[in-house]
Structures are given as C-alpha cells and as structure tokens.
C-alpha cells in the first residue's frame, strides 16, 4: 500500500495522557468526513467541518509526500527522531489517519522498536 502523507516533523505531544513527550507526528492526507477545504467549512458529513482546524490537504509539508510501502515511510519517520538512544514515539493524526494507518504499517513500526498512537 502506498501512504499520502501531508508532514512529517518532530515536536512535543501537546494533549492527553502524553503531554509533553517527544514524538514524530506523520501526518496523513485526506478525511472521510470533509474535503479540508475552506469553501466547503460547515458541509462536510460530521460536525468536524465547522471546526478543524488541521491542514491535511495535499503533501507539500515537511517530509510530506507519496510513500511506496512501509519500509520507505518508516524510514523517513525515524530519520526525524533525534535520539536513538530513546524508544521513538510517532503519533498518527490526520485528517483521519485511520484511513491510511494499516495493520502493516504498524508492524513495521513496531519491527524498528517505536512506539505508536
């Protein structure tokens, strides 16, 4: 399977039970529930559309692209993680990163010791 990724960078996770933690967030294209686009805010199929905010149109952020399989992703991802004396830990949004976030991809992850959400 091939991945549409909008980015991938490295920061701090800002929510939930991990705030604060370092992390490499791939983004993912695309959501099932609206187009992403401004002229379209408020008619997407959930009530998302009125308010996200997430930019997840196109691939043209940081280390955004097409990705060929998981091994080429994943490669890309840990290139961003800058202590490898640490477990890397990617976070998976989107859009809707479910659309894309496979069984094989989270093998793969997991096959070079990160940590996934």
């Known amino acids: ?18 705030v604060g933690r370092p992390s490499v967030f791939v983004r993912f294209t695309g ?3 609206w187009s992403g686009k401004a002229e379209d805010r408020g ?7 009125a308010w996200c905010d997430t930019d997840f149109v196109g ?6 692209g097409l990705y060929g399989d998981c091994s080429a ?3 890309e991802v840990l290139d961003r993680w800058p202590d490898r004396a640490i477990r890397p830990f990617i976070v998976c949004t989107g859009g809707e990163p479910l659309l894309q976030l496979d069984e094989a991809l989270i093998a793969a992850f997991h096959a070079a010791n990160c940590e996934v959400t």
């Open 73 to 75: 992703l994943v490669s």
């Open 43 to 49: 008619t997407g199929k959930g009530s998302c559309s």
């Open 1 to 18: 399977m091939a991945y549409s990724v909008k980015e991938i960078f490295y920061s701090l996770q800002g929510e939930g039970a991990n």
């Open 31 to 33: 959501c099932n529930l």
């Open 59 to 64: 691939v043209d952020g940081i280390g955004g």
